[in-house]
T-cell receptor, first 112, second 116 residues
């Protein structure tokens, strides 16, 4: 089963790029990497996902290594409103079937 | 566009009381989920419904029951509340089942439940 490892916390200066790493060394070939964030106990918010190619949308970029064992979420110009817990998620096959499991995430603090 | 709506937003129960948390989505999604989040922790899946008419246990189903009333609504019931069920409960929906498919999920704003 694929699982993810993220640093528990990171700081970033406002206006700078925030690079959030994630290790998923046991990911299977057909499993997507998803990123969500949770701002101050609100419901989690979808950011981006990818399979093997790098992806970019209006919120962030996702860089996945060629061997797919790790990825990096990039917020190009972090603002104070980006302070949140960021979750890197890969499908976990459990007895219950297909589902996504949230780990501890990375608490990103954007500082002025 | 409301997305995923949860009611109530806050609730205090006494030990042994029962209650039902309601969740409705207006995006015509097939799959719906219930998670709980304890202070300082990540989300843990309680139950999910891959499609209308089906429900399955997640990681922490004990003490809960669910009903997929129709495609829009997925309720979570606590038959006899315990202090260990004090948590924030999130409902989510997605067009298709996660994991096997390339799809994102949308979350409600949560129900903050305290059991005393």
């Amino acid at each position: 089963d694929a699982k993810t490892t993220q640093p528990p916390s990171m700081d970033c200066a406002e206006g700078r790029a925030a690079n959030l790493p994630c290790n998923h060394s046991t990911i299977s070939g057909n499993e997507y990497v998803y990123w969500y964030r949770q701002i101050h106990s609100q419901g989690p918010q979808y950011i981006i996902h990818g399979l093997k190619n790098n992806e970019t949308n209006e919120m962030a970029s996702l860089i996945i290594t060629e061997d797919r064992k790790s990825s990096t979420l990039i917020l190009p110009h972090a603002t104070l409103r980006d302070t949140a817990v960021y979750y890197c998620i890969v499908r976990v096959r459990e007895k219950a079937g297909n589902m996504l499991t949230f780990g501890g995430g990375t608490r990103l603090m954007v500082k002025p | 566009n409301a997305g995923v709506t949860q009611t109530p937003k806050f609730q205090v129960l006494k030990t042994g009381q029962s209650m039902t948390l309601q969740c409705a989505q207006d995006m015509n999604h097939n799959s719906m989920y219930w998670y709980r989040q304890d202070p300082g922790m990540g989300l843990r899946l309680i139950y999910y419904s891959a499609s209308e008419g089906t429900t399955d246990k997640g990681e922490v189903p004990n003490g809960y029951n669910v009903s997929r009333l129709n495609k829009r609504e997925f309720s979570l019931r606590l038959e006899s509340a315990a202090p260990s069920q004090t948590s924030v409960y999130f409902c989510a929906s997605s067009e298709r089942s996660w994991g096997a498919m390339n799809t994102e999920a949308f979350f409600g704003q949560g129900t903050r439940l305290t059991v005393v």
